[in-house]
């Protein structure tokens, strides 16, 4: 594969062709080699046939892959490089954010940090006898003296045991660890740790639970499954499992997504400014890595709570190389709860989850499926059901190819995803999608730069069916084919300043090309991490989009659209300016960001008592301040987050114009939520665990009925005034000038652990919404009816986890 | 420990009070008291007027009982005549509907108020003037039939001496084909079709284009009605249907929303086979 040889050009790159997967295998290449041909071969495809349709698009790819030639030549030199992973030594699984420093006696010389594959590359070594250690946090520091001489890249993998004693020792910091408090420019790095402080009324803490917990993260309540971040709405944001798109990961009952946190190995969370790698949304991106079994032994658990229960089982295929992880889960709450809370609570989930993986010396290989289903009623006095469900399929391969300086990571996906709404046997309203994608990431390390480039094909296929919901947009189809690629660098330019310009373009099939500059920095005015300015801009562009009617219970309901808008695509401006400050036990971060989304789809505003609205195109002014606070030292942890956002919405709405008006209206949304208070507090002596949330939240927006009547029209008015009802008329205010109560909850749990030779026993107690807060969810105007959240609810669970 | 006791209490104190309920007013605060949608017709004997009390859920309460505390008086500003409108109720499907009613019959030209009042004093009102009225409309020649074949010539009608013009309504008949069965009857709305000239109101019967969409053989009867309104009517063919359900487009009720207008008419026969008489 000449592609990986360090003196090739990759302009070569999108010639290849099938064949050549072929030759990978005579060759003897690895498993990600093989992934990779294919990968690319298909590409090789995709861009003749953009070539044919397009050749203005040649100039454009030539430009690109150009690019990739200068760059990547810019930084391929010939000194040593130190490259490997880094894994827990007990179980194999990547440790994600580990240090590595290269010491000549006591001093360091070069340092490095592991990626979310557990990868960590340090370049441009001159020869030479060093001391490499190995440090993270509950780990035993490994230590080795190396010889680095002739050999042009050195592999070292490096297996850490667990220590239960905390370590007294961090040689290097090249960048801050995960956590509340800590926040780069939008991006925040989430590891399980963090999601266990949570409160959650299941053994297992769980991701939508964290991200609640923080600033700029908006639900409608809990239930539904609909996370706003930033301004932006659930379709806007990029969600991905192992590398694949995952459209409604968040289950119906809002403690929970498919993303527990025992399944979980790291999430990188962009609430806005993230660079050309990832495309096709303009809000945010979840970007979760599911973590591998234990290739060492077979290991096991069975959880039980009120909510839910589950079962997970690991352990190795070939021991030290290849495992498998299985997990299953389904909701009781339905059964639960009119004992549990004296109501009924018809929601139910289920997911299930499977992962092989596979650990070679100088690769990790996946493959994942998931599935997930929800069923239930938001309003428990409606008729309407709602369902959905997923199913991914993600294959990924990261690694380096022996003597290249080339860090690749290769991603295949599909994805399926069915909604519906209606009654119980037959939905009214259903819309699927389904996408396969591929994709192609390299990363060349450099000294001072490092340059990261890839592509990406993907194939969407969209139906609805949506009962003249959406005027226009009854039944139809839409198929879809973007490919693109993106070109990025960090360039540490000193010890103070980090530089990331990105550039990213798609061409979507049927619809505009796009280009999307992007450029995140951080400066550090001391030089050191302690004090740090972060800063993102960029443009983002969104072809496919998904329409809700906010008048559905939750806006559970969505319809995903190519472009629906006369083919016009959504597009995004981000910007966002940062400030983080370390002192002693303390992280604060202040950031504030503004976002400027034009082209999207929203009803029209309709006062008529019947479900059929149309579309029309809003532009939105999104600003806001995230603050967060965390304290941390040994057994306490607390955290205090504050959200100030400001969402205006700005449609063309004809009918609210009185003549001679103008017909632009603005207004802010439902998911604008002015104040949000976030406070967690986690205690964690020995085998114990407390935890408490509270959590504040300042009213939602909603349309304010002014009272009831009928109305005829003229015809019928004039010949059956007294013997025709006419059309029931809810008079409305202008839309979303009222606001909601506000919401505030507190959640505590309680947990402890005995500990076993063969097993651990942990039991938890708590409760949410423990001082039963009547916490408004929705309000049915048409019958005068409040519809509440959870109220007080108690629980108790338990979990045996084979050690 | 006294401090403790102390602090643990307030705490708790706090707890609790945290989570009293919230009274949650989903309304918009306005001034409006009633719904008022009615007018009064020149041709009628009996005249009626709908009203409901705003904030006052109406789709789904099922049987009521009269508005006892709700009186309706109609006006004859010229000679102070009061007429008290008596309630009646209508059902329709689980909802509810009052219909306030009082035998008169309102003279052209001449003005009358309707006043809505509340017995905790909310009060609603809307003045009308009656519309003068109007010449009978010129039409032109019927054809000898009506049903494919015959002269197809839509009939010209020409509307004068009417302020503002409400409604253009052709009815037709039809013998259906098997014999023992009543007539049938046809109603078709012209009055988006009426245009508006210097001097009249004019539109054309295209009654061939009407039989074809009604997939009929031939009609037996073509009758005109022209209604005629106040200068408070609103112009219908400028409105969609959603911004008919705003309140802000189409009211003239003092505290409250509706509309309460006058009309007058005129009917005529322009095409009778006496089938269908």
């Known amino acids: 594969m000449s592609w990986m040889r360090k003196d090739v050009s990759c302009y070569r790159v999108p010639w290849i062709s099938l064949g050549q997967a072929g030759l990978a295998l005579h060759a003897g290449y690895t498993r990600g080699t093989l992934l990779v041909s294919i990968t690319l071969g298909m590409y090789s495809l995709l861009y003749r046939i953009i070539l044919q349709r397009s050749p203005r698009l040649h100039i454009s790819c030539f430009v690109f892959a150009l690019a990739c030639c200068v760059l990547t030549s810019a930084v391929s030199a010939q000194e040593v490089t130190l490259r490997g992973f880094v894994a827990d030594a007990s179980n194999g699984q990547s440790l994600i954010g580990a240090n590595i420093a290269l010491l000549q006696g006591q001093a360091l010389v070069r340092g490095g940090i592991t990626n979310e594959q557990g990868v960590f590359n340090i370049s441009r070594i001159v020869p030479g006898t060093y001391t490499v250690a190995v440090t993270y946090v509950g780990y035993t520091t490994h230590r080795d003296t190396l010889q680095l001489g002739d050999e042009a890249v050195v592999l070292i993998n490096v297996a850490l045991e667990p220590s239960a004693e905390a370590i007294d020792e961090v040689v290097i910091t090249t960048e801050r660890e995960a956590g509340a408090g800590t926040l780069e420019a939008g991006l925040q790095r989430i590891r399980p740790d963090d999601i266990q402080r949570i409160p959650t009324p299941a053994p297992s803490g769980d991701l939508v639970g964290y991200l609640q917990a923080l600033p700029g993260v908006v639900s409608m309540g809990d239930r539904g499954g609909q996370l706003f971040v930033r301004g932006g709405t659930p379709s806007q944001n990029l969600i991905l499992m192992d590398g694949a798109l995952i459209y409604k990961p968040f289950h119906i009952i809002g403690f929970f997504s498919a993303f527990p946190e025992d399944l979980i190995a790291n999430v990188d969370f962009y609430a806005g400014g993230f660079d050309a790698r990832y495309s096709g949304r303009i809000s945010s991106v979840i970007d979760v890595t599911m973590r591998g079994g234990n290739n060492q032994r077979a290991q096991g658990s069975v959880s039980l709570s009120p909510f839910l229960t589950g079962v997970r089982v690991e352990g190795p295929l070939k021991k030290g190389q290849n495992s498998f992880l299985a997990a299953v889960r389904t909701s009781l709450i339905e059964q639960t709860a009119p004992d549990l809370i004296g109501q009924e609570l018809p929601l139910t989930f289920q997911d299930w989850f499977f992962k092989l993986q596979s650990v070679g010396n100088s690769s990790r290989c996946s493959g994942s499926f998931m599935h997930t289903y929800d069923r239930g009623r938001i309003d428990i006095e409606s008729d309407d059901v709602f369902k959905w469900q997923n199913t991914v399929l993600a294959g990924q391969c990261a690694g380096f190819t022996p003597n290249s300086k080339v860090y690749s990571n290769v991603n295949m996906g599909f994805t399926y995803v069915n909604n519906a709404i209606g009654s119980a046997d037959q939905p009214e309203r259903s819309a699927d999608a389904w996408r396969f994608n591929t994709d192609a990431h390299f990363t060349i390390y450099g000294d001072e730069r490092e340059v990261s480039w890839g592509f990406f094909a993907r194939t969407d296929n969209l139906t609805y069916t949506l009962a003249e919901q959406f005027q226009g947009l009854d039944n139809n189809e839409d198929f879809l084919i973007e490919v693109g690629g993106y070109v990025g660098s960090t360039w540490v330019v000193d010890e103070k300043l980090d530089i990331k310009p990105s550039l990213s373009f798609t061409i979507p099939f049927d619809h505009k090309a796009g280009l999307e500059p992007r450029l995140r920095l951080a400066w550090r005015p001391w030089g050191t991490v302690a004090q740090e300015l972060n800063a993102a801009v960029g443009l983002y562009q969104q072809t496919f989009i998904g329409i809700n009617d906010e008048r559905d219970a939750g806006s559970v309901f969505t319809a995903w659209l190519a472009a629906p808008l006369d083919g016009a695509q959504a597009r995004a401006l981000h910007g966002i300016l940062g400030w983080h400050q370390q002192f002693g036990a303390f992280k604060l971060s202040a950031e504030g960001y503004y976002k400027r989304l034009t082209n999207i789809p929203v009803p029209i505003w309709s006062a008529v008592a019947r479900f059929t609205t149309r579309l029309t195109g809003a532009s939105s002014n999104i600003y806001g301040v995230d603050t967060r606070l965390e304290f941390q030292q040994q057994q306490l942890y607390a955290y205090l987050g504050y959200g100030y956002s400001w969402i205006e919405y700005t449609s063309r709405q004809d009918h609210f114009a009185l003549p001679g008006q103008s017909p632009l209206q603005t207004y802010h949304p439902p998911h604008d939520r002015r104040h949000q208070l976030n406070a967690v507090a986690s205690w964690t002596p020995g085998h114990f665990e407390a935890n408490v949330r509270w959590q504040f939240g300042a009213g939602l927006p909603y349309t304010q009925p002014l009272g009831f009547d009928s109305i005829m029209n003229v015809f019928t008015f004039l010949q059956y005034p007294t013997t025709n009802f006419g059309q029931p008329r809810v008079l409305f205010d202008k839309p979303y000038q009222g606001r909601l109560p506000t919401y505030h909850r507190l959640d505590v749990s309680m947990a402890y652990t005995f500990k076993t030779k063969r097993m651990d026993l942990e039991l938890q107690a708590g409760g949410i919404n423990l001082y039963d807060r009547d916490n408004l969810f929705y309000y049915d105007v048409f019958e005068l009816r409040r519809v509440d959240q959870l109220p007080f609810t108690p629980y108790v669970s338990i979990k045996i986890e084979t050690r | ?277």
């Not at chain 2, 409006?32 to 020149?42: A, R």
């Not at chain 2, 988006?192 to 074809?212: G, S, V």
């Open chain 2, 1 to 277: 420990m006294r401090m403790w006791i102390l602090t643990t209490r307030s705490l708790l104190l706090l707890v609790l009070g945290l989570g009293c309920e919230t009274d949650f007013e989903p309304f918009a605060e306005n001034s409006e008291v009633f719904s008022v949608i009615g007018y009064l017709d020149t041709e009628r004997d009996s005249q009626f007027v709908r009203v409901e009390v705003l904030q006052d859920g109406i789709f789904f309460g099922g049987p009521r009982d009269p508005l006892d505390d709700v009186e309706v008086v109609l006006e004859h500003l010229s000679t102070g005549q009061r007429f008290a409108m008596q309630d009646s109720i209508s059902w329709f499907s689980g909802a509810t509907v009052h219909n306030f009613w009082t035998p008169l019959r309102p003279k052209v030209g001449e003005s009358y108020r309707i006043t809505v009042t509340h017995r905790d004093g909310g009060q609603s009102s809307a003045r009308v003037l009656m519309p003068s009225a109007f010449p009978t409309p010129a039409v032109g020649m019927a054809p000898a039939c009506l049903l494919s074949g015959c002269d197809p010539t839509p009939l010209p009608v020409s509307i004068t001496g009417v302020e503002r013009l409400v409604a253009v309504i052709v009815t037709y008949t039809y013998q259906p084909l098997s014999g023992n069965t009543a007539c049938g009857r046809v109603r078709v709305a012209y009055t988006n079709e009426t245009t508006r000239t210097a001097d009249a109101y004019r539109t054309r019967i295209d009654w061939l284009r009407d039989l074809q969409a009604e997939n009929l053989f031939r009609f037996e009867t073509i009758d005109l009605l022209v209604v005629s309104g106040d200068s408070e009517w609103p112009d219908v063919t400028v409105l969609d249907e959603e911004a008919l359900f705003l309140p802000q487009f189409v009211s003239n009720i003092d505290n409250g929303v509706g509309f309460f207008g006058g009309v007058t008419r005129k009917s005529m026969s322009l095409f009778d086979t006496g089938i269908c008489r």
